[in-house]
């Protein structure tokens, strides 16, 4: 897309401001952990900005009718709003994109709206128990050509996420990610996609639904399973993990924007 700096400056200026900002973290490591981190109160949810043609985070909700939590502990908002305020804020720092930086869109997958948005974004889909109308939602967006990220869950949430995905395309599979494909050198070339879950320890994998089930076809979304990406962005300013594992992070993250935005 034009709206981008070329390739070589805009990799050397993603390369400073993520590791400028993780350092800074790092800086800034004794400030308290949010308060939904203490067991404390969350973040309010935010009214939804209208469209105005401006890239604009788009985080999915899900009703869960079969489990009872708190706002709190509501599984689809895990990490809002700090995750995506931090990403798009590094996106933001490094390329001319029109990204909005103080605010994010909540919508559910039924909702007309879903469709002026290239990217959309789901956290633990282990929980995800879409209706019809929401099945045939993300099944129209994605086949329309918008683009979502799976992330945020582990272990046995595996196998509700991989039959909800049958219901919105039961011809395709999650097929293992290579390195090799163009989504790992997108903007960072991705050197090894050994990752760990932050918490667990589980050996993170990463899979990608693609049209015909073909990786030479279009990629229609990308899996971070056994890994949790927005934990690592939403802490990023305050320490909690090491510098490297935040700046891989972002580095994954960015990739998949850049991809998304440019295929």
Same mark, same amino acid.
């Not at 802490?235 to 990739?255: Q, R, T, W």
């Given at each position: 897309?034009?709206?981008?700096?070329?390739?070589?400056?805009?990799?050397?200026?993603?390369?400073?401001?993520?590791?400028?900002?993780?350092?800074?973290?790092?800086?800034?490591?004794?400030?308290?952990?949010?308060?939904?981190?203490?067991?404390?109160? =969350?973040?309010?949810?935010?009214?939804?900005?209208?469209?105005?043609?401006?890239?604009?985070?788009?985080?999915?909700?899900?009703?869960?009718?079969?489990?009872?939590?708190?706002?709190?502990? &509501?599984?689809?908002?895990?990490?809002?709003?700090?995750? &995506?305020?931090?990403?798009?804020?590094? !996106?933001?720092?490094?390329?001319?994109?029109? @990204?909005?930086?103080?605010?994010?869109? @909540?919508?559910?997958?039924?909702? =007309?709206?879903?469709?002026?948005?290239?990217?959309?974004?789901?956290?633990? =889909?282990?929980?995800?128990?879409?209706?019809?109308? &929401?099945? !045939?939602?993300?099944?129209?967006?994605?086949?329309?050509?918008?683009?979502?990220?799976?992330?945020?869950?582990?272990?046995?949430?595996?196998?509700?996420? &991989?039959?909800?995905?049958?219901?919105?395309?039961?011809?395709?599979?999650?097929?293992?990610?290579?390195?090799?494909?163009?989504?790992?050198?997108?903007?960072?070339?991705?050197?090894?996609?050994?990752?760990?879950?932050?918490?667990?320890?589980?050996?993170?994998?990463?899979?990608?639904?693609?049209?015909?089930?073909?990786?030479?076809?279009?990629?229609?979304?990308?899996?971070?399973?056994?890994?949790? !990406?927005?934990?690592?962005?939403?802490?990023?300013?305050?320490?909690?993990? =090491?510098?490297?594992?935040?700046?891989?992070?972002?580095?994954?993250?960015?990739?998949?924007?850049?991809?998304?935005?440019?295929?």
């Amino acid at each position: 897309m034009s709206g981008f700096l070329s390739m070589p400056a805009f990799r050397v200026a993603l390369r400073l401001a993520v590791i400028a900002g993780a350092t800074l973290g790092l800086l800034l490591g004794a400030r308290e952990l949010p308060a939904q981190r203490r067991g404390g109160r =969350p973040q309010p949810i935010l009214p939804n900005v209208p469209y105005d043609g401006r890239i604009t985070w788009v985080r999915i909700k899900y009703l869960m009718p079969d489990f009872s939590f708190s706002r709190r502990d &509501e599984p689809w908002a895990h990490d809002y709003p700090r995750g &995506e305020r931090n990403f798009t804020k590094i !996106l933001s720092e490094l390329s001319t994109t029109r @990204i909005r930086v103080d605010a994010s869109n @909540i919508l559910t997958l039924d909702d =007309p709206a879903l469709g002026r948005y290239p990217i959309a974004y789901m956290a633990e =889909p282990g929980f995800w128990r879409p209706n019809d109308a &929401e099945v !045939l939602g993300l099944r129209k967006y994605l086949s329309k050509g918008g683009f979502i990220i799976f992330d945020d869950f582990a272990g046995e949430h595996w196998f509700n996420f &991989e039959s909800q995905m049958l219901r919105v395309f039961p011809s395709l599979r999650a097929v293992p990610m290579e390195l090799s494909h163009p989504i790992f050198d997108s903007f960072y070339r991705i050197a090894t996609l050994d990752y760990r879950h932050p918490y667990y320890g589980y050996k993170s994998a990463f899979y990608g639904y693609f049209e015909d089930n073909d990786p030479k076809k279009r990629l229609l979304a990308i899996v971070n399973y056994n890994n949790d !990406l927005s934990d690592y962005w939403e802490f990023s300013d305050v320490g909690m993990y =090491p510098l490297d594992m935040s700046n891989e992070a972002y580095k994954l993250g960015i990739n998949y924007f850049v991809y998304a935005l440019t295929r």
